[in-house]
T-cell receptor, first 114, second 113 residues
């Protein structure tokens, strides 16, 4: 069965510092991978997605993620965080046969230290 | 284009009652998915509708049901509400063409007392 693990429940970084949020997935074939962000009281916004091709994916708001098949990982990175990046981040996986049935990780809450 | 809209935004119901939530997808989107978000279980897939037909279903009891209309608007219904049904219910729509992107609405916060 597909699954997604986000090992960090809560991360605090200083404004201007770099960020890496970890995500590991379990899936037999090449999965569809996503990162979403959720601000308090809001729905989810898609940051970026990976289906195939270049393993380094660029997204919105200056985020990028790298797909590493050998490590079953899809970590999210940003070189310099802003206070407005404070939110909950979700990694997610879907299969080709059920692409609408997205399996979400448990989320990582990001706090920004002024 | 207007985003995904969900009504109502907040709802308080009593245990044993039933509730209907509504979702209007982005114009041109024919696929609508529903998710339940709770602090304990996180985000869980409920079901997906495409062209008025349920295409995928998650692992929820039969008390949770949905439907989609010819204009792609969707409703989900929960009967015989339980305290554990208190959650944020999110609706998402997907564009045609197989991009597999989902655009989420703001959600309906359901509280069962």
């Amino acid at each position: 069965a597909q699954s997604v693990t986000q090992p960090d429940i809560h991360i605090t970084v200083s404004e201007g510092a770099s960020l890496e949020l970890r995500c590991n997935y379990s899936y037999g074939a090449t999965p569809y991978l996503f990162w979403y962000v959720q601000s308090p009281g809001q729905g989810l916004q898609l940051l970026l997605k990976y289906f195939s091709g270049d393993t380094l994916v660029q997204g919105i708001k200056g985020f990028e993620a790298e797909f590493k098949r050998s490590q079953s990982s899809f970590n999210l990175r940003k070189p310099s965080v802003h206070w407005s990046d404070a939110a909950e981040y979700f990694c997610a996986v879907a299969s080709y046969s059920s692409a609408s049935k997205i399996i979400f990780g448990s989320g990582t809450r990001l706090s920004i230290r002024p | 284009k207007a985003g995904v809209t969900q009504t109502p935004r907040y709802l308080i119901k009593t245990r044993g009652q039933q509730v209907t939530l509504s979702c209007s997808p982005i114009s041109g989107h024919r696929s609508v998915s529903w998710y339940q978000q709770t602090p304990g279980q996180g985000l869980q897939f409920l079901f997906e509708y495409f062209s008025e037909t349920q295409r995928n279903k998650g692992n929820f009891p039969g008390r949770f049901s949905g439907r989609q209309f010819s204009n792609s608007r969707s409703e989900m219904n929960v009967s015989t509400l339980e305290l554990g049904d208190s959650a944020l219910y999110l609706c998402a729509s997907s564009p045609p063409g197989g991009s597999y992107e989902q655009y989420f609405g703001p959600g309906t916060r359901l509280t069962v007392t």
